[in-house]
């Protein structure tokens, strides 16, 4: 005998519960048992996602609209957490760019920029993301600020096509299956 995942799945399709062992629990009242030998994808728990009985598959009952809306709220949410987070330079060193550290890249940016452009000699001692300090020149910071702002023009480009994506699928399918790229 070997442990098996049980799932409690009401007569309307949706899981209310789920277990883990090596005998089934009993069920729930006014529920079947469902068994598994692997847990089942994705998140059966969710209010919108139900077991088709005739067809013998889970199903998400959102509408087109609805998953629509959905989804641009995850690849959004997937943007902003790549555009707040860290990033590594072509140097290899990993810097935080969070809100604040994006404005002090910027401004490193310009100060950097003005002194290049007067001439004058310019560095700046730079903290990466696991407390490392390294000096970069005029040049380096100044290429440091365009990586960045690469990375995150880069990064809202990838969600305004998803986006696209997400506006032309005609099936939830379609839709559910856009994901980020990388």
């Known amino acids: 005998m070997s442990f098996k995942y049980y799932y409690h799945i009401e007569p309307n399709g949706y899981v209310i519960g789920a277990s883990f062992g090596m005998e089934a629990p009993p069920p729930l009242p006014d529920c079947i048992i469902m ?3 692997t847990p089942l994808e994705g998140d059966v728990f969710h209010p919108y996602i139900k077991y088709h009985w005739v067809r ?4 998400d009952v959102r509408s087109l609209a609805k998953i629509k809306l959905d989804k ?5 949410a997937e943007r902003e957490s790549r555009e707040f987070s860290t990033f590594t330079l072509s140097s290899g ?3 935080n760019i969070d809100r604040d550290s994006q404005l002090r890249i910027q401004n490193a940016f310009f100060l950097a920029k003005e002194a290049k452009e007067n001439s004058e000699p310019f560095s700046i001692d730079w903290t990466t993301a ?3 300090t390294f000096t970069l ?6 290429s440091m600020g365009k990586q960045v702002y690469t990375y995150i023009t880069g990064l809202h480009a990838i969600a305004r096509s998803l986006r696209n994506e997400i506006l032309v699928a005609t099936t939830k399918t379609q839709v559910l299956n856009i994901r980020w790229p990388y």
């Open 35 to 37: 068994e598994a030998n």
């Open 56 to 59: 013998d598959a889970w199903e």
């Open 72 to 76: 641009w709220e995850e690849i959004k």
């Open 130 to 132: 696991n407390d490392q």
């Open 93 to 95: 060193h990993v810097l």
């Open 137 to 142: 020149n005029a040049l380096q910071v100044i």
